[in-house]
């Protein structure tokens, strides 16, 4: 986690998750940094979206740590690398948002709740209130509906599923792939 300031006026944010998003989902979790294995041009699309201006923050659900198959130190190993790899393509994460509690720990941060979205409007000063969440599964899109967000859908991971359970749905925005949103967003000026 690095810088925490707030977003220029004119400045974009997005909210990325994870796992299906930025890198392969994985039913049985991500537990080492070697199974952290990004999406094709997952990586240049954080970086184009770094380039133009946006704030890049990660919210991810990961519950393997709660449930004792994921160790603090691989989960910290698994960000470096995701940092890392992001920094090598000439991107950068401003903050990564973890829920590490067990489902039935009944936690205010584990998506669907919006606790997460929650504090990265705390540690940046603003809303996301339309601003661009993105994710592949329900539990992302329920998130960005509670804060207002504008609720966008990967086809990538859990992504082909979940946009049936949206379909007809005009409050869910879906692409391809990040690299899709990436460009829509860039294209359109949405860093606001
Ligand atoms: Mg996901
Ligand atoms: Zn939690």
New binding site residues.
Partial sequence: MSSSSRPETGQGLVVLDRDGVINRESAEFIKTADEWLPLPGSLEAIAALTRSGFVVVVATNQSGVGRGFITRTALREINNRMNRDIEQAGGRLAGIFM???RPEEN?S??KPRP?LLHQIEARFGCSLRDRPVVGDSARDIEAAHAVGARAILVRTGNGTETEHRFDGDNSVEVYDDLAAVARSLINTGDAR
């Fill in positions: 829920c590490l509690h936690c941060c584990r606790g």
